[in-house]
Nanobody, 112 residues
Framework: VQLQASGGGLVQTGGSLRLSCAASGSFSINALAWYRRAPGKQREFVARISSGGILVAAESVKGRFTISRDNAKNTVFLQMNSLKPEDTAVYYC????????WGPGTQVTVSS
């Protein structure tokens, strides 16, 4: 199963974006997650959702970002609100734990 992230863009501080991640096949039994890599930093975990809908988010995004999934459409989402300049990064979707194959991700840029 391959995952393709989309929905990134340029937004002002305090704005919102919704990222989508479409899968080439069914992933209903898998945990999915969003990760990000900011300029000059290592890739980090953002949020994950289990097959049963249990959510876990990194402390840095708690209360602002929400992950969700639509198994019927093989899609996972990341709703990002109250965006900050430090959220600027390339965002990736992958399984949790992450598999070795990463897609190109989608760029999110938050201007101050």
């Amino acid at each position: 199963v391959q995952l393709q992230a989309s929905g990134g863009g340029l937004v002002q501080t305090g704005g919102s974006l919704r990222l989508s991640c479409a899968a080439s096949g069914s992933f209903s039994i898998n945990a999915l997650a969003w990760y990000r890599r900011a300029p000059g930093k290592q890739r980090e975990f953002v949020a994950r959702i289990s097959s049963g809908g249990i959510l876990v988010a990194a402390e840095s995004v708690k209360g602002r970002f929400t992950i969700s999934r639509d198994n019927a459409k093989n899609t996972v989402f990341l709703q990002m609100n109250s965006l900050k300049p430090e959220d600027t990064a390339v965002y990736y979707c992958n399984f949790f734990p992450a598999r070795s194959l990463w897609g190109p991700g989608t760029q999110v840029t938050v201007s101050s």
